[in-house]
Nanobody, 125 residues
């Protein structure tokens, strides 16, 4: 049984930073691609970024490139999303997702099999 648990969300002012964590259990974490997605009220879930099993390959949405960084610690079975220079438009529920390694990182939600419950990030102006 795969379980993904996000943490680290909260309320932050514009320009601030947050680090989200996603702890995994139930699979060999080091064999899985990990992704981050977000969903704002009234909007579809959108891709934020993803990281390959060994951390050597990452991909980001244009909207967060240069501000957000994904990393992972396979020994701790945890993936992180460091968010800097936050903007009000970053306000959303953030989800981590997991899928068995592929040759190319997926940027769509259909490319991930397992999902966490989400953590709220609110950026005040």
């Amino acid at each position: 049984q795969v379980q993904l648990v996000e943490s680290g969300g909260g309320l932050v002012q514009t320009g601030g930073s947050l680090r989200l964590s996603c702890a995994a259990s139930g699979r060999t974490f080091s064999m899985y691609d990990m992704g981050w997605f977000r969903q704002a009220p009234g909007k579809e879930r959108e891709f934020v970024g993803a990281i390959s099993p060994n951390g050597g390959n990452t991909v980001y949405a244009d909207s967060v490139k240069g501000r957000f960084t994904i990393s992972r610690d396979n020994a701790k079975k945890t993936v992180y999303l460091q968010m800097n220079s936050l903007k009000p438009e970053d306000t959303a529920v953030y989800y981590c997702a997991m899928n068995f390694w592929r040759h190319a990182l997926s940027v769509t939600s259909t490319g991930y099999e397992y999902w966490g419950q989400g953590t709220q990030v609110t950026v005040s102006s």
